[in-house]
């Protein structure tokens, strides 16, 4: 007889509890959103009745969650999960791994080849961390300059600005984080090759591991007593300011709209 | 041998240490529990202080302030006075927690780690997730500094996350408030920047079921703040390079995006030194809180090269083995207190691995609980057995503790898996700092919940139909006095707001075009809060409302109008009072010009 695989049951109840969990959401969200579209009056969109009304509709697929969760649970005991978690570890990270403390003695043509290699690798590293910087920086540069426009800000109309802000800055943010996205995956394209020439130099033995060398703790001292003193004279000046009632009075007494209420 | 799935569960479900400080600073954080039940925002002087943890002041429960909502608040009244308060306790926090703040203080982070244990497939950390976790820096550079100060210099308070993206002011705040009864009136504040934030909490709430702590690696400007000073914090964890192998364990364990341990993104949570098997990470200022041993072990695989890296796995693996033979001491007290609490109910064998008995025993309970009273002396017998049974274990010698583990067949004998790695507390230590938590949640509570009196509200003449309780309040640049009675005949407009809220000054301009609109019919007055943080005539005559035809009056401590007119510490808050003198419409939020012109064509018909 086959043995029974617990960890396949897990596997799909975790996706059904998922997929629940994906709908409850989407309910959710569509409830807000069509209580908005729909609303009455401007200032009264969310009536206590209405939500009233939309979180009874929506008892049944909360019930069905909160139960499939439970079940999860019962799931657990009943059938123990022994899948173990899995990481693997990234060509950068197992190089960052491998090359740590260590030094490359070129003692024949071989290693020389693959020492050259390697700093081919480290060359186009660097490279291409120089053409990422670039790439970020210029959507960082037009995204700087329109945010610190003032004139980009009327103050009659805050969230229309903010939005328009939005609107134009979301581009330039996507763009930046998938150069950076590209960088990383190239810089994992690029550890697999370091790695494949490090382990050569080290079947050939021409890695010699270093000495340790200690951080100077003298620096997070001073650090320490830096941002120590800086904290504390911020601090009194701020109580002699009377920055401490402002505080209270902007914490007592909400903007709603601050919030997020309105 | 046979191990009980239930006991196992349970033991993998056991709170840790951390997650009790996490229960115990969510506490901290919301104190004012009588907030919970009032629905009222906690108005203490302990405001003054900003709470190290992510929790929104408009909490029904917030007995401190946020720190995140502080730092944009004083951010746009930079051109009037620098923040320096607010900044150096920033900098103080981060200097002696660093991200422990994340880790063990912050109670969004809990919640977060909650909904994560929801039995989902989640997604693991990869380059991608490392590289999207310096867009927190983006919103802390573009919502926190930049749009507070480009609009603090118009005098318009926007504190760009709180309003557009922290899911605490939703989750605590909004729901806080909002969820009780009392405040049914809030629901008309509600709009499209509820509904975004709203559909932000959504997406976030079923993010964070899938990626452990979502919101503190993507989006928590406040993690990104602390992120700087973790590095040289007197509180976290540090590595000795000494005993590092670099073996990638400890980023392997860790669920944030650090690529070394008690880098920037890591929030010390600790869970890696139990994993490290040289024990090369451990507490900063360990010596002062941990066992000698524990702060400083010997390196037991220095002299192992670094080709051998699966050897030092083996030997690793064998040592640990044979650190995992479990403490006498401690097997037999589990033993026999499981003996001693579930004997009675026939559940001890077979929790501790002997089912036959066991389910043999729970059908007798069962049935002597259906046909009682012999039930009540069947299970009194049990449990008079069962403290036999215990104390006898207890008091047994390790020769007849082994023989009688192995009759029983328990799991404790075999299952106990040692916690040898992590670090122990010195017990002078555990005991101060367990008093000292103690007492200060104690204090807390206390004050929060007997020593600060709520105001009494007045119950009449504040609701809409009710005849609007009279005031009489000093009018900026002019020597009258307001009062309502002396513009009956006249619609009269109430509206409340501070010079910190910006919403309330962008719409002071709307009550103006009314007020020239109707100028014959009706009246319109701007009260400031009677908490004011800047001089507000001057503050007036730098935006030109002083040509303005509305007047400008003063709310005071001792009259409290806003509070007496049903203000719940809220602003903006306008109040429509019709020609006879009795409350028309009543707005706890911004108001529109056209909303404001409809309600006045009402009353005029």
């Given at each position: 007889m086959k043995k029974f695989n617990s960890n396949r049951l897990h596997q799909i109840y975790s996706i059904f509890l998922s997929i629940i969990i994906f709908l409850v959401g989407i309910l959710f969200i569509t409830s807000a959103l069509s209580i908005y579209f729909t609303g009455g009056l401007r200032e009264q969109i969310y009536d206590v009745n209405v939500v009233k009304n939309r979180l009874l509709l929506m008892i049944f697929p909360m019930i069905l969650l909160i139960f499939t969760i439970i079940g999860s649970s019962i799931l657990t005991i009943i059938f123990p999960n022994y899948k173990k978690e899995k990481y693997k570890f990234s060509n950068y990270e197992l190089y960052k791994k491998l090359s740590y403390n260590t030094k490359i003695n070129v003692t024949n043509d071989e290693t020389n080849l693959y020492n050259k290699k390697l700093k081919l690798c480290k060359l186009i590293k660097s490279l291409l961390i120089f053409v990422t910087t670039i790439d970020c920086s210029i959507p960082g540069i037009i995204g700087l300059l329109y945010v610190c426009n003032p004139l980009h800000f009327p103050s009659a109309t805050p969230n229309i600005a903010i939005i328009r802000m939005a609107l134009v800055l979301t581009p330039l943010v996507i763009y930046a984080f998938i150069c950076l996205i590209i960088y990383s995956i190239l810089e994992e394209v690029i550890a697999k090759k370091q790695v494949k020439y490090f382990k050569k130099l080290l079947a050939l033995k021409a890695i010699q591991k270093t000495e340790t060398k200690n951080k100077k703790q003298i620096g997070i001292l001073v650090t320490r007593i830096v941002v120590l003193s800086i904290s504390i004279i911020f601090i009194t000046v701020g109580v002699i300011n009377g920055d401490l009632v402002d505080v209270l009075k902007k914490a007592i007494n909400i903007c709603s709209e601050c919030i997020g209420l309105g | 041998m046979k191990v009980n799935k239930f006991i196992l569960w349970l033991r993998k479900i056991k709170p840790s240490k951390r997650k009790i400080i996490q229960l115990y600073a969510a506490l901290l954080h919301n104190a004012n529990l009588k907030g919970f039940i009032s629905g009222k925002i906690f108005k203490g002087d302990s405001k003054v202080l900003c709470a190290p943890g992510l929790n929104c002041y408009s909490c029904p429960g917030a007995v401190g302030a946020c720190p995140l909502g502080t730092l944009q608040n004083s951010l746009s009244s930079a051109n009037k006075r620098l923040p320096f308060y607010v900044f150096g306790i920033l900098m103080l926090y981060g200097l002696i927690l660093g991200r422990t703040i994340c880790g063990f203080l912050c109670p969004m982070g809990l919640l977060q780690e909650l909904v994560y244990k929801i039995k989902t497939p989640k997604i693991n950390k990869s380059n991608i997730t490392r590289t999207l976790s310096y867009f927190k820096y983006v919103l802390l550079a573009v919502l926190v500094f930049i749009i507070p100060v480009i609009y603090g210099f118009y005098d318009v308070v926007i504190p760009g996350f709180c309003k557009y993206v922290c899911p605490a002011g939703i989750v605590e705040g909004a729901f806080g408030l909002l969820s009780n009864p009392n405040n049914v009136d809030f629901f008309q504040m509600l709009g499209g920047l509820f509904t975004w934030k709203f559909f932000l909490l959504i997406a976030i709430a079923v993010m964070c079921v899938f990626m452990y702590r979502f919101f503190c690696r993507f989006l928590c400007p406040l993690g990104a703040i602390y992120g700087f000073f973790n590095k040289f914090s007197f509180l976290g964890i540090k590595v000795n390079n000494d005993k590092c192998t670099n073996c990638g364990l400890c980023i392997k364990a860790c669920k944030m995006d650090v690529k070394k341990v008690g880098d920037h993104e890591c929030i010390n949570c600790g869970e890696c030194i139990s994993v490290c098997h040289t024990n090369a990470i451990t507490w900063k200022g360990g010596k002062l809180f941990l066992h000698e041993n524990q702060v400083d072990v010997p390196c037991k695989?220095?002299?192992?090269?670094?080709?051998?890296n699966n050897k030092v796995k083996e030997v690793l693996t064998n040592e640990l083995d044979e650190e995992k033979i479990p403490e006498i001491k401690k097997r037999k007290t589990a033993v026999g207190i499981t003996s001693i609490l579930l004997y009675p109910f026939g559940v001890d064998k077979f929790l501790m691995g002997s089912k036959k008995g066991g389910k043999k025993a729970i059908l007798w309970t069962i049935l002597s609980i259906i046909f009682s009273p012999i039930g009540c002396v069947f299970l009194t017998i049990r449990s008079i057995k069962g403290i036999i049974k215990g104390i006898k274990v207890l008091i047994m010698n390790d020769n007849e503790f082994e023989d009688y583990v192995k009759k029983v067949n328990t799991f404790l004998v075999y299952e106990y898996i040692k916690e040898d790695n992590k670090p122990k507390t010195k017990k002078w230590f555990k005991i101060t700092s367990i008093s000292v938590a103690s007492s200060l949640l104690v204090g807390v509570l206390i004050y929060a919940n007997f020593f600060n009196k709520d105001s009494n509200p007045i119950t009449t003449g504040n609701e809409i139909g009710e005849k609007c309780l009279d005031t009489n309040l000093s009018i900026y640049g002019k020597d009258e006095k307001f009062t309502v009675s002396s513009h009956v005949g006249k619609i009269v407009i109430i509206n409340f707001w501070a010079t910190y809220c910006g919403p309330c000054v962008l719409e002071i301009p709307h009550f103006e075009d009314i007020q020239k609109e109707y100028q014959d019919d009706v009246y319109v007055v701007a009260i400031h809060h009677k908490d004011t943080t800047e001089d507000v005539e001057k503050f007036i005559n730098k935006k030109a409302w002083n040509e303005y035809s509305i007047d400008f009056a003063q709310d005071e401590e001792s009259t409290n109008y806003y509070e007496a007119l049903g203000g719940k510490g809220t602003l903006p808050m306008t109040v429509i009072v019709d020609q006879e003198g009795i409350i028309s419409n009543k707005y706890l939020s911004s108001i529109t010009y056209e909303s404001l012109k409809t309600d006045v064509d009402n009353l005029l018909k």
């Amino acid at each position: 007889m086959k043995k029974f695989n617990s960890n396949r049951l897990h596997q799909i109840y975790s996706i059904f509890l998922s997929i629940i969990i994906f709908l409850v959401g989407i309910l959710f969200i569509t409830s807000a959103l069509s209580i908005y579209f729909t609303g009455g009056l401007r200032e009264q969109i969310y009536d206590v009745n209405v939500v009233k009304n939309r979180l009874l509709l929506m008892i049944f697929p909360m019930i069905l969650l909160i139960f499939t969760i439970i079940g999860s649970s019962i799931l657990t005991i009943i059938f123990p999960n022994y899948k173990k978690e899995k990481y693997k570890f990234s060509n950068y990270e197992l190089y960052k791994k491998l090359s740590y403390n260590t030094k490359i003695n070129v003692t024949n043509d071989e290693t020389n080849l693959y020492n050259k290699k390697l700093k081919l690798c480290k060359l186009i590293k660097s490279l291409l961390i120089f053409v990422t910087t670039i790439d970020c920086s210029i959507p960082g540069i037009i995204g700087l300059l329109y945010v610190c426009n003032p004139l980009h800000f009327p103050s009659a109309t805050p969230n229309i600005a903010i939005i328009r802000m939005a609107l134009v800055l979301t581009p330039l943010v996507i763009y930046a984080f998938i150069c950076l996205i590209i960088y990383s995956i190239l810089e994992e394209v690029i550890a697999k090759k370091q790695v494949k020439y490090f382990k050569k130099l080290l079947a050939l033995k021409a890695i010699q591991k270093t000495e340790t060398k200690n951080k100077k703790q003298i620096g997070i001292l001073v650090t320490r007593i830096v941002v120590l003193s800086i904290s504390i004279i911020f601090i009194t000046v701020g109580v002699i300011n009377g920055d401490l009632v402002d505080v209270l009075k902007k914490a007592i007494n909400i903007c709603s709209e601050c919030i997020g209420l309105g | 041998m046979k191990v009980n799935k239930f006991i196992l569960w349970l033991r993998k479900i056991k709170p840790s240490k951390r997650k009790i400080i996490q229960l115990y600073a969510a506490l901290l954080h919301n104190a004012n529990l009588k907030g919970f039940i009032s629905g009222k925002i906690f108005k203490g002087d302990s405001k003054v202080l900003c709470a190290p943890g992510l929790n929104c002041y408009s909490c029904p429960g917030a007995v401190g302030a946020c720190p995140l909502g502080t730092l944009q608040n004083s951010l746009s009244s930079a051109n009037k006075r620098l923040p320096f308060y607010v900044f150096g306790i920033l900098m103080l926090y981060g200097l002696i927690l660093g991200r422990t703040i994340c880790g063990f203080l912050c109670p969004m982070g809990l919640l977060q780690e909650l909904v994560y244990k929801i039995k989902t497939p989640k997604i693991n950390k990869s380059n991608i997730t490392r590289t999207l976790s310096y867009f927190k820096y983006v919103l802390l550079a573009v919502l926190v500094f930049i749009i507070p100060v480009i609009y603090g210099f118009y005098d318009v308070v926007i504190p760009g996350f709180c309003k557009y993206v922290c899911p605490a002011g939703i989750v605590e705040g909004a729901f806080g408030l909002l969820s009780n009864p009392n405040n049914v009136d809030f629901f008309q504040m509600l709009g499209g920047l509820f509904t975004w934030k709203f559909f932000l909490l959504i997406a976030i709430a079923v993010m964070c079921v899938f990626m452990y702590r979502f919101f503190c690696r993507f989006l928590c400007p406040l993690g990104a703040i602390y992120g700087f000073f973790n590095k040289f914090s007197f509180l976290g964890i540090k590595v000795n390079n000494d005993k590092c192998t670099n073996c990638g364990l400890c980023i392997k364990a860790c669920k944030m995006d650090v690529k070394k341990v008690g880098d920037h993104e890591c929030i010390n949570c600790g869970e890696c030194i139990s994993v490290c098997h040289t024990n090369a990470i451990t507490w900063k200022g360990g010596k002062l809180f941990l066992h000698e041993n524990q702060v400083d072990v010997p390196c037991k695989t220095t002299n192992i090269n670094i080709q051998n890296n699966n050897k030092v796995k083996e030997v690793l693996t064998n040592e640990l083995d044979e650190e995992k033979i479990p403490e006498i001491k401690k097997r037999k007290t589990a033993v026999g207190i499981t003996s001693i609490l579930l004997y009675p109910f026939g559940v001890d064998k077979f929790l501790m691995g002997s089912k036959k008995g066991g389910k043999k025993a729970i059908l007798w309970t069962i049935l002597s609980i259906i046909f009682s009273p012999i039930g009540c002396v069947f299970l009194t017998i049990r449990s008079i057995k069962g403290i036999i049974k215990g104390i006898k274990v207890l008091i047994m010698n390790d020769n007849e503790f082994e023989d009688y583990v192995k009759k029983v067949n328990t799991f404790l004998v075999y299952e106990y898996i040692k916690e040898d790695n992590k670090p122990k507390t010195k017990k002078w230590f555990k005991i101060t700092s367990i008093s000292v938590a103690s007492s200060l949640l104690v204090g807390v509570l206390i004050y929060a919940n007997f020593f600060n009196k709520d105001s009494n509200p007045i119950t009449t003449g504040n609701e809409i139909g009710e005849k609007c309780l009279d005031t009489n309040l000093s009018i900026y640049g002019k020597d009258e006095k307001f009062t309502v009675s002396s513009h009956v005949g006249k619609i009269v407009i109430i509206n409340f707001w501070a010079t910190y809220c910006g919403p309330c000054v962008l719409e002071i301009p709307h009550f103006e075009d009314i007020q020239k609109e109707y100028q014959d019919d009706v009246y319109v007055v701007a009260i400031h809060h009677k908490d004011t943080t800047e001089d507000v005539e001057k503050f007036i005559n730098k935006k030109a409302w002083n040509e303005y035809s509305i007047d400008f009056a003063q709310d005071e401590e001792s009259t409290n109008y806003y509070e007496a007119l049903g203000g719940k510490g809220t602003l903006p808050m306008t109040v429509i009072v019709d020609q006879e003198g009795i409350i028309s419409n009543k707005y706890l939020s911004s108001i529109t010009y056209e909303s404001l012109k409809t309600d006045v064509d009402n009353l005029l018909k």
